[in-house]
């Protein structure tokens, strides 16, 4: 598959079957996170795998949608702001939210190379994640998503056209 295809065929899974993911794809997904680009190559990250099984109602804490729970695995990308790359000489923001975002992309897009299904989630619990994580103080959950065989088709993607998203030159 094309670059091109592969983004036009990733969507959002919100069903998946029981199927357990085979250890090579997902130490293949896991690799596509870690060669992911960050900041000054400063990899502020740390990459989750939970596995649902058992951990159905703790897991319902984090994110409350019982398909979150249906794949065998889900991943948790964390940040680390302490070893992120700072833009220290004009403003002070750190990169390390936008590097586990690069992350996130490049997992869900092996993902569906793969012919896994993903479904990037925000709308969690940030409190009941850390505790289910058990995350040191440093470390702050910041993106989820399940990680399993699809049980459900895509629907047509809904995007506004480029004349809509992109200027050139200025505002």
Known sequence: MTFAELVRARYSVRAYRPDPVPDELLAAVLEAGRLAPTASNRQPFRIIVIHTAGREAELGRV???E?????PLVLAVCSIQGEAWTRVNHDGRSYADVDAAIVMDHLVLAAADLGLGTCWIAAFDPRAAREVLALPDDV?????TPLGFPADRPRPKER?????LVRYERW
């Open 63 to 65: 994110y409350g949608r």
């Open 140 to 144: 702050e959950p910041l993106l989820f």
């Open 67 to 71: 398909w979150f729970v249906q794949a």
């Open 160 to 164: 506004k056209p480029l004349a809509e």
